[in-house]
């Protein structure tokens, strides 16, 4: 489960020429890593193992055949992501409600309500545990599917929590909307309720770049330090973990731990896109010097499995998407001048749906475009629905990349009968602007010896410094600035006697540091060398804006 919820803490739940794995975080970070907000820095729903069941497992649960029943949903779901917004579908007639229970391995399972938007379908399900919360940290249902009276499988995604009031694990499972308006037999199936316990090892060295140092355990022997970058707040820690099981893609949630006389953190936790069979991670250590870290006491921590019940649970039920369908709300949107200049982009249409309220993003400018005049990503985005105001989020719907729909999506805090009645404001702030201009920025460079030299450059109000030197074949530029509203480059270029180069790619995350150092694998020259930022963001704050929905 690459990033687990943790028991009654909420952990987050998903070019130029070369791979740009910047602007893929970039990108991730707009539309999937800002779809929750929580306390751990990678958001991402626990991943589903896809595990063969004997059938002799299958027939030893009780199933049973689902019918409607009205008793009202009493358990405390609002705690759980979405939550609010399936029950006030359900409160008022939007979807079904059940009271379905089996019991495998002295466990019963609830399935208590369906709930589709014609993209989504969401269940609730409850579940009888029997671990006291102190026993345990995060807990999943390691095999979770949904088929149709076909027999297609499809995956269900979601989590577990603890429900202090009624002692029960929650969750919310969601799965692709096949239904769309029509009525058709599902059956749910879930296999194996694992806990999971945190496991601290101390560690007996402060490894550096390069250096290896054993874990002592099986399941990730050990850690490679590949880098301990020191930038003008923080400290990126980036290292492989190697692990036993190839395909293991950080299930466990490995990390470091660092302990100072100031206390112990995690950092702001990024797991990167592979390099080979271990998993790659960075972190990021806020006011942490390289000095501070040489001093520190350094542990290593995972998920360590604590108690598995290999049950399964299998619910039949009938599903009718008629009424959700009845229930969507949908109107034009208009977008002004002043909105479209800041933002970057325009709305087209407002849609609400038993589960969600959400703004589309209508963004026809050209990529070139969109990298001179900056791509707006938002951190704080709300809306005020009639005399409340709720979180939300940028995110994309739709299974096929090339059919991706942006858009700004809302839990809704409650449902209204009649939703043409109902004001709306969105308001949009914490604008973070990505840039990339290969018509301008360019700075000439001196030809780069063993020695350090140093090349200042003004880029928009900032100043950004650029450190370059040949290290072997290679040339290596080191990129900071010291404004603070400065985030940071991503990916520089260089033009070499007219030609233009990209540097080696290296993964970075939303959290990456200020501070980035790229290489230019065997590098030569003859006459001229420039260089360009490439992309590069910085806050701005003129950009926040605010629009009238409805």
Sequence with gaps: MSRFYKNGLQGKVQDPPHPNYNQMWTDIEREVAMRRSGALQVTSTPRTKRK???????????????????????????????????????????????????????????????????????????????????????????????????????????????????????????????????KKTYTLEAGSLVYYKDKDIPLNQIPKAGETVSTGEARYPSIRIKSVTESKSSLAVRYNVSAADSNDQGHGDPHLIVKTGSGSSRGMLTQLPPEDKDVLIEQV??????????????????????????????????????????????????????????????????????????????????????NKNGDVMYKDIRLIVGDQEISGSYTIKGDDPKKYQHVFA???????????????????????????????????????????????????????????????NDLVVESESDSKGFKGISQSMLRVDGQDLYPEYTPRGPSAPSKNIERYPNFKMNQTLEINPGFYSYYDSSRDTEITLH
């Design 285 to 370: 250590f806020s006011n942490l010097t390289a000095e501070a870290w040489g001093n520190a006491e350094l542990h290593f921590n995972y998920m360590k499995e604590a108690k598995r019940i290999p049950g399964t649970w299998s619910f039949h039920f009938k599903a009718d998407g008629k009424k959700a369908g009845e229930a969507v709300y949908s109107q034009p949107l208009q977008s002004s001048d002043e909105f479209q200049q800041k933002a970057g982009m325009s709305l087209n249409q407002l849609t609400v749906t038993p589960l969600e309220i959400i703004a589309s993003i209508q963004d026809d400018m050209p990529m070139k475009e969109h």
């Design 52 to 182: 063969f069941i004997p059938a002799a497992i299958v027939f030893s649960c009780f199933m049973v055949v689902a019918v409607p029943v009205f008793a009202g949903v009493t358990l405390n779901w609002d705690s759980l992501y979405g939550g609010r917004s399936v029950t006030n579908a359900l409160n008022n007639g939007v979807g079904q409600r059940y009271n379905l229970d089996v019991s495998s391995k002295d466990i019963t399972m609830s399935l208590k309500g369906v709930v589709t938007d014609g993209e989504r379908m969401k269940m609730l399900v409850s579940i009888d545990s029997d671990m006291k919360p102190g026993d345990y940290d995060a807990v999943e249902l390691e095999h979770m599917v949904i088929k149709d009276e076909a027999g297609k499988e499809e995956p269900v995604n979601g989590y577990l929590n603890y429900d202090e009031s009624s002692g029960k694990l929650l969750g919310i499972y969601e799965t692709k909307d096949n239904l769309q308006q029509g």
């Design 410 to 472: 809302f839990e809704s805090p409650e449902w209204y009968k009649d939703w043409s009645k109902v004001p709306m404001k969105m308001i949009l702030k914490d604008a973070v602007v990505t840039k990339r201009d290969k018509s301008a920025n360019w700075l000439v460079l001196n030809k780069p010896t063993a020695k350090k030299q140093t090349a200042e450059m003004k880029l928009e109000s900032f100043g950004v410094h650029f450190d370059y030197y040949m290290d072997g």
